[in-house]
């Protein structure tokens, strides 16, 4: 008997066509539409779509992410189904893959896939992307791998891939370790498992976490205003190994001693941060303010972590674990908690 798969259409590029009206592409095309697209596919699996909204990627938001997540949970309880196919817009993709990813405990497939040409446009790649990811969900290879991202016949871990390029079929990459596997010949293929994944349990979703980009220069102000604005969390996207302009720093005491938790990240595509220099502004002076690292995390990532690690707990200690658990096998203490960010 064939294995079905449940397809959850949300919008994106994949469900747009060209609006001659506007001269641009638009959401349009119905599930059904899409789905009459993938030529074949019957032969592998029985389909069951669902539509869960008809956005373009930016328009997509944590608490939608979150309301997504309750429906593919739902779905992943049905014992009649094998695995679940998300369909989505691409500027946003990894965001809520990464959020399924933390959140969801199953051993079943959950694959995100999008297409970065609309079907008015010549070489439209939202089929081939629906056929892949309905391949890599029904393989039995692809169980325990967390939350999968399928585009150009390249399988990637949510938690690892990221977009490159904004036009590009192969834009999905990941940087650092390179894809899990592909789809060859309507078979997934994997060439390594996923190291290390977490799965976090919020009992809710901190949405006032703000990311600040740095560049050469930069004061503390735009920190200053998170800490007006009664911001929960911040993720500083800082420079290579995790190092700020000195002129912050007056902004990242205030925030900590204002009970902000603050995760630094690097603004460096590839590598994690680390305190290697202990000039003002360096890496070893904002851990020891209290600042937790974000290891090789993106900002767009650390900030859907960081939203979910404030639902888990409120406790520095705690965010601090769940953040740098893998990344540094450091113990947090009792008296780092009390030292640091209080």
Same mark, same amino acid.
């Given at each position: 008997?064939?294995?079905?798969?449940?397809?959850?259409?949300?919008? +994106?590029?994949?469900?747009? #066509?060209?609006?001659?009206? $506007?001269?641009?592409?638009?959401?349009? $095309?119905?599930?059904?539409?899409? $789905?009459?697209?993938?030529?074949?596919?019957?032969?592998?699996?029985?389909?069951?779509?669902?539509?869960?909204?008809?956005?373009?990627?930016?328009?997509?938001?944590?608490?939608?992410?979150?309301?997504?997540?309750?429906?593919?949970?739902?779905?992943?309880?049905?014992?009649?189904?094998?695995?679940?196919?998300?369909?989505?817009?691409?500027?946003?993709?990894?965001?809520?893959? @990464?959020?399924?990813?933390?959140?969801?405990?199953?051993?079943?497939?959950?694959?995100?896939?999008?297409?970065?040409?609309?079907?008015?446009?010549?070489?439209?790649?939202?089929?081939?992307?629906?056929?892949? *990811?309905?391949?890599?969900?029904?393989?039995?290879?692809?169980?325990?791998?967390?939350?999968?991202?399928?585009?150009?016949?390249?399988?990637?871990?949510?938690?690892?891939?990221?977009?490159?390029?904004? $036009?590009?079929?192969?834009?999905?990459?990941?940087?650092?370790?390179?894809?899990?596997?592909?789809?060859?010949?309507?078979?997934?293929?994997?060439?390594?498992?996923?190291?290390?994944?977490?799965?976090?349990?919020?009992? *809710?979703?901190?949405?006032?976490?703000?990311?600040?980009?740095?560049?050469?220069?930069?004061?503390?102000?735009?920190?200053?205003?998170?800490?007006?604005?009664?911001?929960?969390?911040?993720?500083?996207?800082?420079?290579?190994? +995790?190092?700020?302009?000195?002129?912050?720093?007056?902004?990242?005491?205030?925030?900590?001693?204002?009970?902000?938790?603050?995760?630094?990240?690097?603004?460096?595509?590839?590598?994690?941060?680390?305190?290697?220099?202990? @000039?003002?502004?360096?890496?070893?002076?904002?851990?020891?303010?209290?600042?937790?690292?974000?290891?090789?995390?993106?900002?767009?990532?650390?900030?859907?972590?960081?939203?979910?690690?404030?639902? =888990?707990?409120?406790?520095?200690? =705690?965010?601090?674990?769940?953040?740098?658990?893998?990344? @540094?096998?450091?113990?947090?203490?009792?008296?780092?908690? #009390?030292?640091?960010?209080?």
């Amino acid at each position: 008997m064939k294995p079905t798969v449940a397809v959850v259409f949300t919008g +994106g590029t994949i469900s747009m #066509s060209i609006d001659e009206r $506007l001269g641009a592409a638009i959401p349009s $095309l119905s599930a059904a539409q899409i $789905l009459s697209m993938v030529t074949n596919i019957d032969r592998f699996a029985h389909i069951e779509p669902i539509t869960f909204s008809s956005l373009p990627g930016p328009h997509m938001d944590p608490q939608l992410m979150m309301k997504l997540r309750a429906q593919v949970q739902q779905l992943l309880t049905r014992d009649d189904i094998a695995g679940v196919v998300v369909t989505h817009g691409t500027d946003t993709l990894e965001e809520t893959a @990464y959020l399924l990813d933390l959140t969801l405990d199953t051993t079943k497939p959950v694959v995100m896939v999008g297409a970065m040409r609309n079907s008015s446009e010549l070489g439209y790649d939202g089929p081939s992307n629906l056929a892949a *990811a309905v391949c890599t969900a029904i393989s039995p290879e692809s169980r325990n791998k967390g939350v999968l991202v399928v585009m150009n016949n390249e399988v990637n871990a949510a938690s690892e891939v990221t977009k490159t390029n904004t $036009l590009r079929l192969n834009t999905f990459q990941s940087l650092e370790f390179g894809a899990l596997g592909i789809v060859d010949n309507d078979e997934v293929i994997f060439h390594r498992e996923v190291v290390h994944r977490q799965v976090l349990q919020p009992e *809710a979703l901190e949405e006032r976490v703000s990311l600040i980009k740095c560049v050469a220069g930069m004061d503390h102000r735009l920190i200053e205003f998170c800490v007006e604005q009664q911001d929960k969390g911040l993720v500083i996207e800082a420079m290579g190994r +995790g190092n700020v302009p000195p002129a912050m720093m007056q902004g990242v005491r205030r925030a900590i001693d204002n009970g902000l938790v603050v995760v630094l990240v690097s603004r460096c595509p590839t590598g994690r941060v680390l305190g290697t220099y202990g @000039y003002p502004g360096g890496g070893k002076e904002l851990r020891d303010l209290g600042v937790i690292f974000g290891g090789d995390l993106p900002g767009q990532k650390a900030r859907i972590k960081l939203m979910l690690a404030l639902g =888990v707990s409120r406790e520095q200690a =705690v965010i601090r674990h769940i953040f740098e658990q893998e990344q @540094y096998r450091t113990p947090v203490t009792g008296q780092e908690e #009390s030292t640091h960010g209080q």
